[in-house]
Every structure is written in C-alpha cells, then in structure tokens.
C-alpha cells in the first residue's frame, strides 16, 4: 500500500466538518478487521483507511498545523501500512482489571519474541512479526504492532471460504485460537493486493 502523504489530509477545519460520518464509517471497517483471540487478547488490521483516520483523529486532538509535525505524525502511522505482500495488525492486550494489570502483562513477557502469534490455513503458518521497543527484559507495553507474510497458497486458501482459516496465539499460560471469518478474509485480500 502506498503511504500517507499530507494531501491524503484534510485540515482540521474540513475534517471537523467530515468527521462524524467518516469515523461512523471507520468503526464499521474496524469492526470487520478486528477479531479477538480469548479474552485479553484482539487485534486490528490496519489499512490506508484506518492509518489516515488515526493520523486525523491526532491531528485533530493535538491541534497540529506545522508541516513538519503532521510529516511526523505520517511518519509514526505510515510504519504501521501493511507492505507488499503483507499483513499489518494492532495487537492490544485488554486488561480491565486494574489490580491485576502486572500479573496479567507478566503473563505475556516474551510473546513479541519467537513463534507466539499465527495465522494458520491448511498446514501452513505465517507468523507474526513484532515490531521492536515495546517490550524489555522486565516490562511489556499493552500495544503491539505485527506484521504476517501469508504465503502465496495460504493467500488462495483466504479466497476458499471451504477453507479452514485460524489465528492462534501460544505463549506461557495463554493459548487461544480463533477462525477468520469471510468479511475478515476479504479485507485480507484487499490489502494483500495492495489496495
């Protein structure tokens, strides 16, 4: 997918006048893009579409006029933009419960490191790759950022709606899996195709 570029933006005036419809409109792509994996674990892939709402809505909230911070703030989103042949996804882990934030992101220490996160059809598995710096030896951050390079049968199997399609998470005490539904498959092959 191409990046973001400032004429992709509307000026917070024009964009304070679109914005209810336009976010109406991201929700319910966001909707189809999001899937959970157990209870504490969901992620959002992204795409042009959800990185320049991202990239309005702060905008918006920051009021940012200088250039050079709205190239900043493409910069920051536009690492996100799945690249050829890619997947891009948010991956939030969702602990509500205050007292037991530590123990719970305790619990995942590690999952951004080896073979934890998979998108699984047939016998095969394209793993997650996790952007660095969110984690340390001691400490894990609530959000990630995972790219996946489905294979080029794994991408036919998404068009087969005959086709069994998982995400699976594996990692300490936590293991979950999940079947893809069709409308997420079908943003899969949007984005794979690059649009």
């Known amino acids: 997918m191409k990046p973001l570029i400032q004429t992709d933006l509307l000026s917070i005036a024009d964009y304070e006048r679109q914005r209810?419809?336009?976010?109406?409109?991201?929700?319910?792509l966001k909707q189809r893009r999001r899937i959970s994996l157990g209870p504490l674990?969901?992620?959002?892939?992204?795409?042009?579409?959800?990185?320049?709402?991202?990239?309005?809505?702060?905008?918006r909230v920051e009021h940012i006029l200088d250039p050079d911070k709205i190239q900043e703030e493409l910069d920051v989103y536009n690492v996100l933009m799945p690249g050829s042949g890619e997947l891009s996804a948010?991956?939030?882990?969702?602990?509500?419960?205050?007292e037991r934030m530590k123990e719970w992101l305790d619990m995942f220490m590690g999952l951004d490191h080896g073979e934890t996160l998979a998108i699984r059809a047939g016998a095969e598995q394209a793993?997650?790759?996790?952007?660095?710096?969110?984690s340390h030896e001691t400490k894990i951050s609530a959000v990630h950022f995972v790219r996946f390079r489905p294979t080029t049968s794994m991408t036919a199997a998404f068009a087969d709606l005959r086709?069994?399609?998982m995400l699976t998470v594996h990692h300490n005490a936590y293991h979950a899996e999940a079947p893809v539904p069709g409308s997420m498959r079908?943003?899969?092959?949007s984005d794979?195709?690059?649009c």
């Open 127 to 134: 793993f997650g790759q996790f952007e660095g710096g969110h």
């Open 20 to 28: 209810e419809p336009f976010r109406s409109q991201i929700i319910a």
């Open 163 to 165: 086709q069994s399609v």
């Open 186 to 189: 079908e943003e899969w092959l």
């Open 192 to 194: 794979l195709a690059g």
């Open 41 to 59: 674990v969901t992620l959002v892939f992204e795409n042009r579409d959800t990185l320049r709402f991202q990239t309005q809505e702060m905008i």
């Open 90 to 98: 948010t991956l939030l882990i969702e602990i509500t419960e205050q």
